[in-house]
């Protein structure tokens, strides 16, 4: 499958953003789904995720409460709405999806095959 992400901009503290990853060549269903971000210097880090069966679905501790992650019915697109903005969530977001992850790692990043290409975040002070 191939990843789409987009959404991306410039947004002031306490602001919102919505990004949605588009999937091409197939569905989502059966697929370990997630959002990932890297800011300059540090490591990728896990955000927001589901499970390949959509029974999982969990937050980074630093988002919890202000990001929501979703789908379409028809499992083609995968949203990550950002509310409440602040500057230290500025970082470029990625999707990733895989469907032979087991449950309790679809939060690592090195497990994902399918990557988006990214898509950057800007949250100004």
């Known amino acids: 499958v191939q990843l789409q992400a987009s959404g991306g901009g410039l947004v002031q503290a306490g602001g919102s953003l919505r990004l949605s990853c588009a999937a091409f060549?197939?569905?989502?269903?059966?697929?370990?789904v997630a959002w990932f971000r890297q800011a300059p210097g540090k490591e990728r880090e896990f955000v927001a995720g589901?499970?390949?069966?959509?029974?999982?679905?969990s937050y980074a501790d630093s988002v919890k409460g202000r990001f929501t992650i979703s789908r379409d019915n028809a499992w083609n697109t995968v949203y990550l709405q950002m509310n409440s903005l602040k500057p230290e969530d500025t970082a470029v977001y990625y999707c990733?999806?895989?469907?032979?992850?087991?449950?309790?790692?679809?939060?690592?990043?090195?497990?994902?095959?399918?990557w988006g290409q990214g898509t950057l975040v800007t949250v100004s002070s």
């Open positions: 589901y499970s390949r069966t959509g029974g999982y679905t």
């Open positions: 060549g197939r569905t989502l269903r059966g697929y370990a």
């Open positions: 990733a999806a895989d469907n032979s992850i087991v449950t309790s790692s679809y939060r690592d990043y090195v497990q994902y095959d399918n």
